[in-house]
C-alpha cells in the first residue's frame, strides 16, 4: 500500500510515517500544503493522511482537488479540533475519514489500512493460488500450511502479484506500489526482491517472467 502524509508538525508526521513503515506501507512524506498537494498530483496513492490545516496550501483545498481529479485516493483527514462540526464539515469536503489529535496510533493504523481496501479494485481479505495463502489482514504466507518468512517487500511483491489475478505486473507499477519516492527508479531492487521471493516460495515456481513486460502468478486452470 502507498501512503502519502501531508503534516507541517515535523516530528509528528515522521513518527507516522515510520509507524506505517513497520506495518509494511510504503510512506512518503510532506510538511506542507503546496508540496503535498504536488506529490498527490504526480504519485497515485491508495491513501493520504492529511493534515486539515496546513502552510501554504490548506488541507482543505487539497481535499477538493483530490475530489475533483477523479483519482481513487482515499483520504484521512487529520485536525487538532474534533467537534462535530468539523467532522462533518469535513467529511462533506470529500473526506473518507477524519481523525482529531491527539489519537491512538493502533487506529490510525486501522482507519488507514481500511481506507486503503477501499482505494483499488475489491479483493478478497485472503489470496490464493494454488497452495499458496496470503492473509493480508494479519500479513501471514503459507504455501501447504507451512509458513513463510518474508520480509515487508516481498510481501507487497507478493501481495501485488496475487491481487493482479494473473495479469501481468511491470517492474515499474511494483516499484511505485511497494516503494517510496526515495527509490532509485533505476535501481534492480525488484528484480532481486522477485528472485529471493522465488526462493522462498519454492518448488513448483509460481512467479513467471514475462519477457518485456514485467512479472505474474498465474492462475490455475480448471479442467472441466
Not at 483527514?77 to 477524519?98: F, H, K, P
Not at 505486473?169 to 526515495?182: H, I, K, P
Request: net charge negative.
Amino acid at each position: 500500500m502507498r501512503v502519502l502524509v501531508v503534516e507541517d508538525e515535523r516530528n509528528l508526521c515522521d513518527a507516522i510515517a515510520r509507524g506505517l513503515r513497520r506495518k509494511g506501507m510504503a510512506v512518503d512524506v510532506a510538511y506542507d500544503g503546496l508540496q503535498g498537494h504536488e506529490m498527490a498530483y504526480v504519485t497515485r496513492y491508495d491513501v493520504v493522511v492529511l493534515d486539515r490545516d496546513l502552510p501554504g496550501m490548506h488541507g482543505d483545498e487539497i481535499c477538493a482537488a483530490l475530489v475533483e481529479s477523479g483519482a481513487l485516493t482515499r483520504v484521512l483527514m487529520l485536525t487538532a479540533s474534533g467537534t462535530v462540526a468539523d467532522r462533518v464539515e469535513g467529511l462533506q469536503l470529500g473526506a473518507d475519514d477524519y481523525l482529531a489529535k491527539p489519537f491512538a496510533f493502533e487506529e490510525l493504523v486501522a482507519r488507514v489500512q481500511a481506507l486503503g481496501r477501499r482505494a483499488t479494485p475489491a479483493a478478497p481479505p485472503v489470496l490464493t493460488v494454488g497452495n499458496l495463502v496470503l492473509d493480508q489482514t494479519r500479513r501471514v504466507v503459507t504455501r501447504g500450511g507451512v509458513p513463510i518468512e518474508l520480509t515487508n517487500k516481498e510481501f507487497g511483491v507478493l501481495e501485488e502479484l496475487l491481487k493482479a489475478r494473473g495479469g501481468v505486473v511491470s517492474s515499474e507499477e511494483l516499484l511505485e506500489r511497494v516503494w517510496d519516492a526515495n527509490t532509485d527508479p533505476f535501481t534492480t531492487t525488484v528484480r532481486v526482491t522477485v528472485m529471493t521471493l522465488r526462493k522462498k516460495v519454492g518448488d513448483p515456481p509460481l512467479i513467471e517472467t514475462v519477457v518485456g513486460a514485467g512479472y505474474r502468478v498465474p492462475e490455475p486452470v480448471v479442467l472441466s
